[in-house]
């Protein structure tokens, strides 16, 4: 703000029913001495810093003499008996330098101030408030926004939080931890772009900061990255940092630009490119702008914290920049081609270790980081998410599956081929395209390569290639014959009332046309009659009546339901949501036996019933005291007979996999930290399958639903140990074992396990929702049709001789 283009909107009456607008004119922004950084919290509970401060920063071109100038501060929401506080300032502030002034200390922090270049004693509220940059020490008398930008003495202003008086619009509010500082090199007279919150980083006019600390360092990018993924400058000021600008990100609480130093240096460890967060503020650069830089160096990590197992990225925060010049040729975008052979080294915590990106693919990323890349006409292996996300792979060859996609299949096989990809071309120039696994992104894509705790290395498309379908369609399984029992299981993502009929309708569509209305289907995360309303609501009534309904304007069966209500808030997922199993079954074809005595926390036991087994309680919950279910879904076990033969069938839903340290982590190798947890669920599912089979060794057995754990985990081995059931994955080709896609990787999480009696197997993942865009569920579901024994074997042959008659009957009907 400056002196020049001030007023105020006038309007007039001229005439009858005329009305005279003269517009309201606009401060010039400065151009030389700003103010750069507020803050008010200094010497509050929780803070570092004891004192208030305020820094003014020259980002003009010459020397600015401030003798007789002042700082003045105004609280956020002045009253009529409000006044003004000043500081009068001495010297001058050199071009690209700081200026620091002090206020006033309070009782808490640790960490003093740097020499301040001005003192004063005002105290400063911590949240919101007024700061004027004066050409007098004359105390301002002006309240509002309108009379202030009057006063022709005020040179620069920023109001902050509530603030009343402020430029345009005012900076996001402080706290006693945070100061608000300038992001914008060139003023644009709105506080609201131009400054950003973050973590206090006050300068004196020699450069040194809070203790006492060293003036700015001279740096190059490639300095700055160095050779490990960690910075060695890591929490230190640099300055004369140049490059010119490659990208620019204008949305999201992550805002900022990219740069890459045009002179690179020999060594292919270092990255010649840097990323500086401006946070919620758009930085006033172009592409092809050539700038100088200052700022602190930072490893971000997720959430600011330090026991993040995800790798950091390295940005510059609190930056102040100069442009150069305007327009200049972008640096050439590397093609990502061959990859290395190695994924990432191993021993631990890989932040300190010397970069070899000529032997593992996240060394060769990381010494890119922030750089520009490039693919060109790559095929999809992850659909487009609700994060306008989708994956590529520059391995073509790499594990494919049947359907385009890559294959997950064992830990040692991370698939570096993976590359996920976003845009910062805005979408209202161009929509983020909507692709699914076997489609191709055609012609070249280039950005700069970012990191993301969400995926990985990212590259964040300028140029984004052309999608050329690879036709891929949701599958259709067959019909169950006459003989045939079909049971089926579906994770359908937190599904309660109030979700939008369409995910009803959709869901329905997948079990009636996809699934083919199966008998019996094992649900996975319904969730209760109110959804994530916390209020202690647990019954699920609703949901399922809802999801029938849906099923039958679907033209299938009039499914009934059994489920057991969890205790409120005990079972994970969602806090209020009550997420639990449940069957549905068709009772044309299949009858429930309903023992009545099961309910939340009532385990299910296995007796003895006229030689055979049954259980205590239908539906039962196994062994719900047990600790491996703590937080998480409890098994729900229920006694089903068809064409009168019994079948047990348990639904299930393990804990979640969420908290496993990342295959792209700093941890290497990553340690499965849920992973416990789920073995202790395998042993206490397989002590009931124990139990079932030593009553009736042929008794028909089919666990079925969303274990979160791999074909070959430890938890399915525990399952599968000595053959009593079997994983119904395992029967499939190689290429056609997963239910699931992650961050590109085609993986198994949802599975369907027998006991050995059931005869004619015919099992099947219908692939419907985990590799196209706009899923109804993030699963696949799956389906095995089987003829269930009688445990004799002349009686099994005498009903097989009698599903044949009716079947023949059937077809010529």
Not at 56 to 76: D, E, F, I, K, R
Not at 173 to 194: G, I
Not at 514 to 539: C, K, M, R, W, Y
Request: charged share 20%; with cysteine; glycine share 10%.
């Amino acid at each position: 703000m400056t002196s020049s283009l001030r007023g105020l909107a006038v309007a007039a009456s001229v005439g009858l029913g005329m009305v005279l607008v003269v517009p309201a004119a606009s401060a010039a922004p400065s151009a030389d001495i700003l103010i750069g950084e507020v803050y008010g919290g200094g010497g509050n509970s929780g803070a570092t810093l004891t004192q208030d401060f305020i820094e003014l920063t020259n980002v003009g071109t010459a020397p600015v003499s401030v003798a007789g100038w002042s700082v003045q501060y105004l609280p956020a929401a002045p009253s009529s008996s409000s006044r003004w506080q000043a500081t009068p300032l001495t010297g001058s502030v050199q071009p690209g330098k700081t200026y620091l002034v002090s206020e006033a200390k309070g009782t808490g922090g640790s960490v003093e101030l740097p020499a301040s270049d001005a003192v004063g004693t005002i105290p400063m509220a911590a949240s919101a408030g007024t700061v004027a940059l004066v050409k007098s020490t004359e105390l301002l008398t002006c309240l509002t926004a309108a009379d202030c930008v009057a006063d022709t003495r005020i040179h620069d202003l920023i109001g902050y939080g509530n603030a009343t008086v402020r430029e345009t619009a005012p900076a996001a509010a402080t706290s006693n931890t945070t100061s608000s500082a300038r992001v914008n090199a060139t003023d644009t007279d709105n506080n609201s772009v131009d400054f950003a919150s973050g973590e206090p980083s006050p300068r004196n006019a020699a450069g040194e900061g809070p203790g006492g600390g060293t003036p700015p360092v001279s740096a190059k990018i490639h300095a700055i990255q160095g050779i490990t993924r960690v910075s060695p400058l890591a929490g230190k000021k640099v300055a004369d940092v140049t490059g010119v600008v490659t990208a620019i990100r204008a949305f999201g609480q992550q805002r900022g630009f990219w740069f890459q130093d045009t002179a690179p240096d020999a060594d292919v460890r270092t990255s010649e490119g840097l990323f500086v967060l401006t946070g919620s503020a758009t930085p006033n650069v172009k592409v092809g702008d050539a700038v100088v830089v200052a700022g602190t160096v930072k490893e971000a990590l997720p959430n600011d914290d330090a026991n993040s197992t995800f790798q950091s990225l390295t940005e510059l925060i609190g930056a102040t920049w100069t442009v150069s010049s305007a327009g200049n040729p972008l640096p050439q975008a590397e093609s990502i081609g061959a990859l290395p052979a190695g994924y990432v080294p191993t021993g631990g915590n890989i932040d300190s270790l010397e970069l070899k990106p000529a032997e593992y693919t996240l060394d060769y990323f990381e010494s890119r980081e922030s750089m520009r890349v490039a693919v060109a006409d790559v095929r999809v292996v992850g659909p487009t998410t609700e994060f306008n996300e989708f994956y590529v792979t520059v391995r073509p060859d790499e594990n494919p599956t049947a359907r385009g996609g890559t294959l997950y299949g064992g830990y040692d096989q991370p698939n570096p081929g993976r590359l996920k990809v976003m845009s910062l071309i805005p979408f209202s120039q161009r929509p983020f395209p909507q692709v699914n696994v076997n489609d191709k992104l055609t012609g070249r894509t280039e950005g700069p390569l970012d990191y993301s705790n969400f995926g990985g290395y990212t590259l964040q498309a300028t140029t984004l290639g052309e999608i050329a379908s690879g036709g891929l369609k949701p599958e259709k399984t067959r019909k169950q014959r006459t003989g045939e029992l079909a049971i089926g299981t579906y994770n359908v993502e937190n599904l309660d009332p109030g979700d939008e009929q369409t995910k009803f309708d959709r869901l329905a569509a997948g079990i009636v046309e996809n699934l083919a209305t199966p008998d019996i289907v094992a649900l996975e995360e319904i969730q209760d009659d109110n959804g994530v309303t916390n209020d202690g609501t647990v019954s699920a009534d609703q949901t399922l009546r809802k999801f029938t309904d849906a099923i039958v304007a679907k033209g299938g069966p009039r499914y009934e339901w059994r489920q057991i209500n969890p205790a409120n808030n005990a079972d994970g997922g969602e806090p209020g949501g009550n997420i639990r199993v449940a069957f549905i079954f068709n009772p044309a074809r299949v009858s429930f036996v309903d023992r009545p005595g099961g309910d939340a926390a009532t385990p299910v036991q296995v007796v003895k019933q006229h030689g055979r087994a049954a259980l205590s309680v239908s539906p039962g919950r196994i062994d719900p005291g047990n600790a491996a279910w703590e937080r998480s879904r409890k098994p729900l076990a229920g006694e089903f007979v068809f064409k009168g033969r019994k079948v047990f069938v348990v639904a299930n839903h393990f804990n979640s996999k969420g908290g496993d340290q990342s295959v792209h982590g700093r941890f290497q190798p990553p340690n499965r930290v849920t992973e416990d947890q789920r073995i202790k669920q395998a042993i206490t599912l397989r002590a009931f399958v124990d139990s079932v089979l030593a009553v009736d060794r042929k008794a028909n057995i089919v666990l079925a639903g969303d274990l979160n754990d791999f074909q070959f985990s430890p938890a399915l081995a525990e399952l599968t140990r000595g053959g009593a059931v079997r994983a119904l994955i395992d029967t499939l080709p190689v290429n056609e074992r997963y239910t699931y896609v992650f961050e590109g990787n085609s993986q198994v999480l949802d599975h369907t396990l027998m006991s050995r009696a059931p005869r004619g197997v015919d099992y099947d993942v219908v692939h419907i929702n985990a590799e196209f865009a706009g899923q109804a569920s993030d699963h696949d579901p799956q389906v095995v049709r089987f003829r269930p024994s009688t445990g004799d074997e002349w009686l099994d042959l005498l009903f097989d001789l009698f599903d044949l008659i009716e079947q023949a009957h059937a077809s010529h009907r």
